[in-house]
């Protein structure tokens, strides 16, 4: 496997992503500055994170109140400790109801490897996100958690489209989104099985929440006959009073919207004389290392409620995209959780430390305090000799005044044997001001 | 009993940006304040604080706030340095032997804009010509230290300041980042000067030695027109 560093050269070879990303991150970090300036954004974020806190230190008893309630309203709960017991789960019961699966945008799905599972099953997925539906055909992965297809232009997209739909498209996008539109109802209305994510999961209630803007979400939770929903343990939150801070500050820093344009709050199943709804819901809770994280010093990353406001305005995102951070959660929540949840531990590296995500975050996790206790698990754990002898070099000389000195001299001069210089002058000059 | 006051090159000022430190002192007489190098100060730790090499961190800072000792307080020109001083050091040194004089001494650190707008209240002479010039925010002077007026107050002063679009935006020094992940690194540069050649910038000041040192040099390499200077050189010229 690549390191991030090739990752990322990669991405910045590509002049679409180079076009697209910057961009679109931009335009929806200015829509976030444009919608908190209504509101007492700090004030609601201090609440936010009040609430989020409050729920990961009660998390046991929350899932347990949760699961009750669940069941109590007809809801079928799995708690799968690992991604691969919650693909089993999925897939065990996609395939006792059929061979079509569709799918609303999730990423514990990405982060689970769902729809490799399933279509090794002979399962058919269909995303119905029009962004996460771009993705699949081009056979990628989200380059970002909220606008997965951040990276294509609309002349990719109707290349993408037009041997599905069999004919021409334009490149107008209500063009693209007719056939999509199209393509897309006929699976919801044949599919035997949705599944979806989870935005937030309310306990006391027993209630899972999706927000949407395409209303795909709704069609698959309701329209087949199994629903599936796979949240993330952290996703539970204790009572639906909590919804009223916690969803206006997601869409506003997600899009820059007040609200989205479908929040669906699913209780379970359809009951006895109700019109619609499916005849079985699911709901699985993934662990998958999360736990693990309440008793260290990032249990605060649990916080996220993964809006992507920190992706829009971290410039080293801007310019390499989402994937090419390695895993499924691209930006700052991602140079953090993917050491944390996926074990890679350079990726703490992938930041200039400018702790923009710092001001953004909705929940206020200290992602640039986090990135640097990354650095120094990563010093203590899997740094390489070389650079830990560097640094004992590095520390030797320059606590000694004089060798300070000599070193700053030469390295003023560029005339050090220092193999960092080469890095450095291989695209910049090194200009010194005597 | 006049006050000690002790000027820190740091490391970057002492191998590439002598000349901002040289100014950064001439400022200082002009405001009225004799500052001193700090006798036998080497570097903040930043680098490896940076990297996750705490115990290296606290190896190279210890020196440096040792020198500190007895000062009533220490300008910087740098304003990466100064958060890491002022806001870092209490993590560094927690619980080891040297937390209270890190607390200390943390606490009478100054980055230069801070310390002449905030301290001393410096009103430097407009000159009778005033030359264009923008900033860029330094992402710690900014998001960690919150100086974003006293560097521009400063500049406003002396120069006909114009604000750079998006000045806030990384322009991908970061330290060690620069040369572990140069091409992400210098695509960031590249994004800082095309952002200032759109808005007709031609001087560009930071007040970090990093930002001067990744923007100026990718500018020099690309053959870009845009003069980048520390903010001290900035305003010393204006008053020449």
């Known amino acids: 496997m690549s390191g991030f560093g090739e990752r990322a050269a990669a991405a910045l070879a590509d002049p679409l992503k180079q076009a697209n990303v910057p961009r679109f991150a931009e335009r929806t970090a200015d829509h976030r500055v444009e919608a908190f300036r209504e509101i007492d954004g700090e004030g609601l974020r201090t609440a936010a994170e009040r609430i989020r806190s409050g729920a990961v230190a009660d998390m046991p008893a929350l899932l347990d109140l949760l699961q009750e309630r669940l069941e109590a309203n007809g809801a079928v709960v799995y708690r799968a400790a690992t991604g691969a017991d919650a693909a089993r789960y999925v897939t065990d019961i996609a395939r006792r109801h059929g061979d079509m699966v569709v799918k609303s945008k999730s990423m514990a799905c990405e982060e689970i490897g769902l729809n490799e599972h399933l279509e090794a099953a002979g399962i058919e997925v269909v995303e119905t996100d029009l962004g996460e539906f771009i993705v699949q055909v081009a056979g990628e992965a989200p380059e970002h958690i909220i606008m997965p297809a951040i990276h294509k232009s609309r002349e990719q997209v109707r290349d993408l489209f037009e041997p599905l739909a069999g004919r021409p498209l334009g490149t107008e996008p209500a063009d693209l989104i007719a056939f999509a539109r199209g393509y897309l109802r006929e699976r919801f209305l044949s599919a035997p099985v949705g599944v979806t994510g989870v935005n937030f999961a309310v306990a006391e209630t027993g209630t899972v929440v999706m927000v949407t803007n395409e209303g795909n979400g709704r069609m698959c939770s309701s329209l ?11 996703r539970v939150i204790g009572q639906v009073s909590d919804l009223s801070v916690l969803l206006p500050l997601l869409t506003r820093s997600a899009t820059g919207q007040k609200i989205s344009s479908y929040v669906s709050m699913l209780s379970g199943p359809r009951r006895d004389g109700e019109g619609d709804g499916p ?10 290392g999360r736990s693990r994280l309440r008793d260290t010093p990032y249990r605060s990353v649990l916080n996220c409620i993964r809006c992507g406001a920190c ?10 995209g989402g994937t090419a951070y390695g895993w499924v959660y691209g930006g700052p929540i991602g140079a953090v959780l993917t050491p944390l949840l996926h074990g890679d531990q350079e990726l703490g590296q992938a930041s200039s430390l400018c702790a923009a995500c710092d001001d953004v975050c909705p ?20 740094a390489g000799r070389a650079e830990r002898l560097a640094f004992r070099l590095w520390s030797a000389a320059w606590s000694r005044p004089w060798l300070f000195r000599l ?3 030469l390295a003023g001069s560029a005339r050090g044997p220092l193999p960092i210089l080469r890095r450095w002058t291989r695209t910049r000059d090194l200009e010194v001001h005597r | 009993m006049t006050a000690m006051i002790g000027l820190f090159p740091t490391c970057l000022g002492e191998a590439v940006h002598r000349q901002a430190v040289r100014d950064a002192a001439g400022l200082l007489r002009r405001a009225g304040v004799e500052a001193t190098p700090v006798r036998g100060a080497t570097c903040c730790g930043q680098p490896a604080w940076n990297s996750g090499f705490a115990d290296d961190a606290r190896r190279v800072a210890r020196r440096t706030l040792g020198a500190m000792e007895g000062l009533d307080a220490v300008v910087v020109p740098s304003g990466s340095c100064t958060a890491m001083m002022r806001l870092h050091w209490r993590e560094l040194f927690h619980g080891d032997r040297d937390e209270e004089r ?3 001494i943390s606490a009478r650190v100054f980055e230069l804009s801070q310390y002449l707008v905030d301290e001393v209240a410096w009103a430097p002479e407009p000159p009778a010509q005033r030359m264009p010039v923008a900033y860029h925010d330094s992402c710690h002077m900014l998001r960690e230290l919150r100086l974003r007026e006293q560097p521009r107050a ?6 006909d300041l114009r604000e750079l679009p998006r000045a806030d935006r990384c322009c991908g020094f970061g330290g060690t980042f620069s040369v572990r992940y140069p091409d992400v690194s210098t695509a960031m540069a590249d994004d800082k000067i095309a952002t200032a050649a759109a808005a007709g910038i031609g001087v560009l000041a930071s007040a970090d030695p990093g930002c001067v040192m990744q923007i100026e040099g990718r500018a020099a390499r690309t053959g870009a027109g845009l003069r980048v200077v520390h903010l001290a050189t900035v305003v010393a010229e204006a008053l020449a």
């Open chain 1, 279 to 288: 005849d079985e819901m699911h709901v699985v809770i993934l662990d998958n």
């Open chain 1, 224 to 234: 087949p006959r199994v629903h599936i929903a796979v949240m993330g343990m952290e």
């Open chain 2, 102 to 104: 890190a607390q200390r």
């Open chain 2, 154 to 159: 400063l500049l406003a002063a002396v120069a």
């Open chain 1, 363 to 382: 929940v206020r996790i200290p992602l640039h305090d986090l990135l640097l206790r990354l650095r120094r698990d990563r010093a203590a754990e899997s």
């Open chain 1, 311 to 320: 992706q829009n305005v971290c410039p080293v995102y801007r310019h390499i």
């Open chain 1, 407 to 409: 070193s700053t001299r």
